[in-house]
T-cell receptor, first 114, second 116 residues
Framework: DQQVKQNSPSLSVQEGRISILNCDYT??????FLWYKKYPAEGPTFLISISSIKDKNEDGRFTVFLNKSAKHLSLHIVPSQPGDSAVYFC?????????????FGQGTRLTINP | DTGVSQDPRHKITKRGQNVTFRCDPISEHNRLYWYRQTLGQGPEFLTYFQNEAQLEKSRLLSDRFSAERPKGSFSTLEIQRTEQGDSAMYLCASSLTGPGLNSPLHFGNGTRLTVT
């Protein structure tokens, strides 16, 4: 029962262009969503989060959009840089619990081409 | 902020042996979590502590697994009678939680377990 799904295992984007990573969820109790980035041989690193009271949150080059009715969120990276090449995980949790029992997607491997 | 530290980074063991991993969280963080990640999947929640109290355990955590956080600082995860299916990356994370405060999880670099 995959409650959080990232349907694209990989994505390749030209440097300087926009990268869009997508995530779908099924559990309507999820109210808090996060994106993590993971380099090889390292643990996941927190990027950006959003709660359901918002539909957009922005931090520098990273913007997360949330569409609650569609149970869909996306991460936009503009402009994409070579250092953004990594595996990106979407994660979700009921807000009442905060960021403890995160349910992660399978990840999307992003490759930024020079 | 020295980050979350995990030891060892790699562990190879034979089936049936016991293994123990250690995690040192960020010092001021009161919550500590263990997750497991297998190839091609995202991390899966195993258990978490608020200070020294273990508040929740996933059904993924069989009775061969035990976790402790004796003084509310570092934590250990022990796996008894290891099986090949235990081969995975074991990730520790910590966060700071309080009134009006709930920081995101900060993960360590993990311990990769291989059971032969």
């Amino acid at each position: 029962d995959q409650q959080v799904k990232q349907n694209s295992p990989s994505l390749s984007v030209q440097e300087g262009r926009i990268s869009i990573l997508n995530c779908d969820y099924t559990n309507s109790m999820f109210d808090y969503f996060l994106w993590y980035k993971k380099y090889p041989a390292e643990g996941p690193t927190f990027l950006i989060s959003i709660s359901s009271i918002k539909d957009k949150n922005e931090d520098g080059r990273f913007t997360v959009f949330l569409n609650k009715s569609a149970k869909h969120l996306s991460l936009h990276i503009v402009p994409s840089q070579p250092g953004d090449s990594a595996v990106y995980f979407c994660a979700a949790s009921p807000l009442i619990q905060g960021a403890q029992k995160l349910v992660f997607g399978q990840g999307t491997r992003l490759t930024i081409n020079p | 902020d020295t980050g979350v530290s995990q030891d060892p980074r790699h562990k190879i063991t034979k089936r049936g042996q016991n293994v123990t991993f250690r995690c040192d969280p960020i010092s001021e963080h009161n919550r500590l979590y263990w997750y497991r990640q297998t190839l091609g999947q995202g991390p899966e929640f195993l258990t978490y502590f608020q200070n020294e109290a273990q508040l929740e355990k996933s059904r993924l955590l069989s009775d061969r697994f035990s976790a402790e956080r004796p003084k509310g600082s570092f934590s250990t995860l022990e796996i008894q009678r290891t099986e090949q299916g235990d081969s995975a990356m074991y990730l520790c994370a910590s966060s700071l939680t309080g009134p009006g405060l709930n920081s995101p999880l900060h993960f360590g670099n993990g311990t990769r377990l291989t059971v032969t």
